[in-house]
């Protein structure tokens, strides 16, 4: 099914241990996006591309690097994870940076702990 | 500051027991409002986009309206099925910003 997919959906890290969270779509949406949801809050946004070999920053960058070597994937790299990345992540795309009639397509999440 | 605030938090309604839930929005300029549907570990999924005061869309039993300062999501004769968190997000003029509110969190009862 076409979507965006997400691995893992479980993970529990060491504080200062690093991990990479996956996300691939095959909708060949050019604009894609991390998100992080916490309790009480909004969903934030962490980074962003409008594609391939583009990148920027979003709200909440600092602790987390992505790269965009191609159009299907957008990984998120913690470097040295901390208590306070604890949280639910999610991947979206859309063909587009504004999104417009068709909104965002998100994936199922990841769900991070860290100890 | 650009703010989006939904309310209420928390919503309990009988089957077939019509209400709505309102976002509102103080931006320096809109784009475009979303609604979105969360359900339990899941991630958010796409319901309306709206653009300009006055402007509506339906879907089943959801109908989203806009005024200037907020939006509506009128739930006709709800059923269990349409217990889920729902959120709202603007788009503002200029910039990549995709502003969220926190959500409504949805229980219909059988």
């Known amino acids: 099914n076409a979507g965006v997919t997400q691995t893992p959906k479980f993970q529990v890290l060491k504080t200062g241990q690093s991990m990479t969270l996956q996300c691939a779509q095959d909708?060949?949406?050019?604009?894609m996006s991390w998100y992080r949801q916490d309790p009480g809050m909004g969903l934030r946004l962490i980074h962003y591309?409008?594609?391939?070999?583009?990148?920027d920053q979003g709200e909440v960058p600092n602790g987390y690097n992505v790269s965009r070597s191609t159009t299907e994937d957008f990984p998120l790299r913690l470097l040295s994870a901390a208590p306070s990345q604890t949280s639910v992540y999610f991947c979206a795309s859309s063909y587009s940076l504004m999104a417009g009639e068709y909104g965002y397509t998100f994936g199922s999440g990841t769900r991070l702990t860290v100890v | 500051e650009d703010q989006v605030t939904q309310s209420p938090e928390a919503l309990r309604l009988q089957e077939g027991e019509s209400s709505s839930l309102n976002c509102s929005y103080t931006?320096?300029?809109?784009?475009?409002l979303f609604w979105y549907r969360q359900d339990p570990g899941k991630g958010p999924e796409f319901l309306f986009t709206l653009y300009s005061a006055g402007e509506e869309k339906e879907k089943e039993r959801l109908k989203a309206t806009l005024t200037k300062k907020e939006s509506f999501l009128h739930i006709t004769a709800p059923k269990p099925e349409d217990s889920a968190t729902y959120l709202c997000a603007v788009s503002t003029s200029g910039t990549y910003k995709y502003i969220f509110g926190t959500g409504t969190r949805l229980k219909v009862l059988a």
């Open positions: 909708m060949n949406h050019e604009y």
């Open positions: 591309s409008v594609g391939a070999g583009i990148t």
């Open positions: 931006v320096s300029g809109l784009r475009g």
